[in-house]
């Protein structure tokens, strides 16, 4: 029997000049054993410039983050570059094609989400979420940036910790990292 490691929660917020983004640490083990609560899966890298988040199979998450700090390296900190590059490898590497893993990354500019079928998605509305809470928390911090007053990581911390009240993946161990 495989051993998979899954379950989380990741979200990112533009709001006045910052972009929050926030990860819960669940890790969760064949979809019924919390096996950790206190992993990072948010952080910085490339000089504390980019901050990622990701979601999915552990090792293949690690896997891409480490390639993607790879492509900042190659492309002097160009967010999106780095983010289509990575994604036109993971997308045709045959190997890489079997990553199950998603990620959000951000500079102090702008927010974008990696998927391992080639999509860099730029969020509208200065918010994105994915893992298996994303949606709860997508909704929670949509709601949060039209009717509070919150600063974007508030709003970031706001969501997961909502999200972590509706999805069995996602818990109240959140780590905030602002650029």
Do not use: H
Request: with cysteine; aromatic share 6%.
């Amino acid at each position: 029997m495989e051993t998979v490691f899954r379950g989380t929660t990741i979200c990112a917020v533009k709001k006045d000049g910052k972009i929050a983004v926030a990860g819960d640490g669940q890790v969760t083990m064949q979809n019924s054993i919390i096996f950790k609560n206190n992993a990072k899966k948010v952080r910085r890298i490339y000089n504390n410039q980019v901050v990622i988040g990701f979601a999915g199979s552990v090792a293949d998450a690690f896997s891409l983050s480490e390639r993607f700090e790879q492509m900042l390296n190659k492309f002097a900190g160009n967010l999106m570059r780095s983010a289509v590059e990575l994604a036109q490898l993971w997308r045709t590497d045959k190997v890489m094609r079997q990553l199950e893993a998603m990620m959000i990354v951000a500079d102090k500019s702008q927010i974008l989400i990696i998927d391992g079928t080639g999509n860099v998605i730029e969020p509208q509305d200065n918010i994105c979420a994915i893992g298996s809470g994303g949606n709860f928390a997508l909704a929670a911090g949509k709601a949060l940036l039209q009717n509070t007053n919150f600063s974007a990581k508030e709003v970031a911390q706001k969501s997961l910790k909502i999200a972590s009240e509706i999805c069995v993946f996602t818990n109240e161990n959140i780590i905030v990292e602002e650029v």
